[in-house]
């Protein structure tokens, strides 16, 4: 997974794994009850998600915080082989969880 776009206010995500359903709307799940998302747009066909968010509410450091947990989530999906999902799925909750 490889951020294709960013700007304060507005991040794309591509990867192959998000085409599968039950990966994105995991990620979807981690990322939109965050009181700075103003929408996510998903498209699961050419495996993009774009994230839309107030930069006032999700400040630069707080993302930058996130590197190390977006980066080990990047490894696991160049090894996604479309049979085991866990380890994704269990990465995507530990970003949850360093969102709160």
């Not at 507005?10 to 979807?28: H, P, Y």
């Not at 699961?44 to 980066?71: D, F, H, R, W």
């Amino acid at each position: 997974m490889y951020i294709s776009s960013f700007f304060p206010g507005r991040i794309r995500l591509r990867d192959g794994v998000l085409k599968d359903e039950e990966i994105s709307t995991a990620l979807r799940n981690a990322i939109e009850w965050h009181e700075a998302v103003k929408n996510i747009d998903h498209n699961l066909q050419t495996g993009s998600v774009l994230i839309c968010y107030e930069p006032a509410k999700l400040p630069m450091q707080k993302l930058t915080a996130l590197t190390n947990e977006l980066l080990q989530l990047k490894s696991l999906c160049d090894r996604y082989n479309g049979k085991d999902k866990s380890a994704i799925l269990d990465k995507i909750g530990d970003l949850k969880t360093k969102l709160s």
